[in-house]
């Protein structure tokens, strides 16, 4: 067995994997850095047969998630090439290219991954787990032949709302001898000092905070961080307040199929409905669907929400100031950022920031991290037991070395062959 890192072993983002024997080959993601502009060349690693055809076939591409920097690159690989990813994370890319830009991959090309599920290609077998990531839908991929087993984390958490998945694969990892594991580790290094907060604790920790706030709360959040919705369905509940979502957190629901929590008009969960020049360009391509015409007829204008703003919680983005709030924000509001702090001091998030506060409104830090804290990793690590570990998608490969001794660290297209 032969694996390569085409890209992340020491950085965060744009990761691609492959693992190959005599007899087959596949990649584990095909990630956009996190860093890359979109005016330039994509940036593509040097992989033989995934953008064009060469001499190496390569019999899938597996996608751990729906996040760009796992799967930016998806629509540049051969059309030819298998994409086998999760139900969720189909449906979370179509949501994405939709109404966020992201790369589209076309349906033929997917092939529903099931957990537990084994697929096979001549002597390699890869079997997806579930991981407990901040997008639903993340797998990790267990690739086995008869002599060798691998794991790829991809993106990994400990203290989301399904904590029985990570234990799970330690009970998987546990029953044979693992040959490698190939981990991320997006906080080792400075970001290890980041408070390591669980998703329960951040809903009852922001419930305590609203409790005694009387004005308007948003909420800023990726709708598809599904997870993180149902934090704030739960707080809204527990406030007594309506959460208003808009087309896109709507049209991520009706993906996912999520019955028990349909927007209605007169319900707990409701539909904001921008006016019709400033709706997302998604609409116009989804004119003709059964979820458009459904949502429309039960969605709430502006008029409607305005009146009950202050019983309510609503998903917030700064875009929806310009129709939704054109005179300024409803004074002594609330605004939950629930992404990476880090975002905050770009500049475009400066200007936004200074009308937060012009309105006498408080902007506070409302996220937990999509990614497990090194502790959670090298507890992780000490019960699964590999005989090499290989850090990805981390700026600090070499921290690995000092919690593991089996650490192994790769340069970018090293090749590792397994005997
Ligand atoms: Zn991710």
């Known amino acids: ?43 593509l690693p040097n992989v033989e047969g995934l953008w064009n055809p060469g001499d190496q076939k390569i019999d899938a591409l597996f996608l751990t998630h729906a996040h760009a920097d796992h799967s930016g690159l998806v629509s540049a690989t051969l059309a030819s090439i298998p994409v086998f990813c999760t139900k969720e994370t189909s449906k979370i ?29 001549a002597d390699l077998r890869i079997t997806a787990f579930p991981v407990d990531h901040s997008t639903v839908g993340a797998a990790a991929f267990l690739v086995e032949t008869d002599r060798h ?16 998945f990570a234990q799970r694969i330690e009970a998987a990892l546990s029953q044979k ?34 409790r ?26 527990r406030l007594g307040r309506r959460f208003v979502i808009d087309p896109y957190q709507d049209f991520v629901l009706y993906l996912l199929q999520r ?23 998604a609409l116009r391509f989804l004119q003709r669907s059964p979820w458009l015409s459904g949502m429309r007829k039960r ?19 700064p875009s929806m100031d310009s129709w939704l709030f054109p005179h300024g924000h409803p004074r002594d509001s609330l605004f939950l950022y629930s992404y990476w702090s880090g975002y905050l001091k770009q500049e475009a998030q400066k200007v936004w920031q200074k009308k937060v506060s012009e309105s006498g409104s ?34 600090h490969p070499d921290e690995w070395g000092t919690r593991y001794e089996q650490t192994r660290i790769l340069a970018d297209g090293d090749t590792l062959t397994l005997c």
């Not at 020491?10 to 996190?34: F, K, M, S, V, Y």
């Not at 087993?149 to 029985?164: A, C, I, K, N, Q």
């Not at 981990?183 to 922001?206: D, F, P, Q, V, Y």
């Not at 204008?301 to 202050?310: G, H, I, S, W, Y």
């Open 362 to 395: 408080t902007l506070e830090l409302a996220h937990a991290s999509g990614h497990a804290h090194p502790d959670d990793l090298a507890r992780f690590v000490q019960t699964v037991k590999p005989r090499q570990l290989i850090p990805v998608h981390t700026e």
């Open 149 to 164: 087993r691998v794991f790829y984390t991809g993106d990994l958490r400990f203290h989301g709302r399904r904590p029985e």
């Open 259 to 281: 019955d028990l929590l349909r927007p209605t008009r007169d319900g707990k969960l409701c539909t904001l409905l921008m006016p019709s020049e400033s709706e997302p360009a």
């Open 177 to 210: 001898p693992l040959d490698i594991l190939l981990i991320e580790g997006t906080r080792l290094g400075e970001r290890a000092s980041e408070k390591n907060e669980s998703e329960a604790h951040l809903l009852n920790r922001l419930e305590t905070r609203c």
């Open 93 to 121: 890319l179509l949501a994405g290219s939709l109404f966020a830009r992201q790369p589209k991959v076309d349906r033929v090309r997917v092939k529903i991954l099931k957990a537990g599920e084994v697929r096979s290609f």
């Open 299 to 317: 969605a709430l204008t502006r008029e409607e929400v305005l009146p009950f703003l202050n019983d309510a919680l609503v998903l917030y983005r």
């Open 1 to 43: 067995m032969r694996i390569v890192i085409h890209r992340g072993a020491h950085q965060i983002g744009g990761t691609c994997i492959e693992i190959a024997t005599e007899h087959a080959r596949i990649i584990l993601d095909a990630g956009l850095p996190l860093d890359t502009n979109p005016l330039d060349p994509l940036p």
């Open 212 to 237: 005694s706030h009387r004005r308007p709360v948003f909420v800023s959040y990726s709708p598809l961080h599904v997870d993180r919705f149902l934090t704030f369905f739960d707080l809204a509940t």
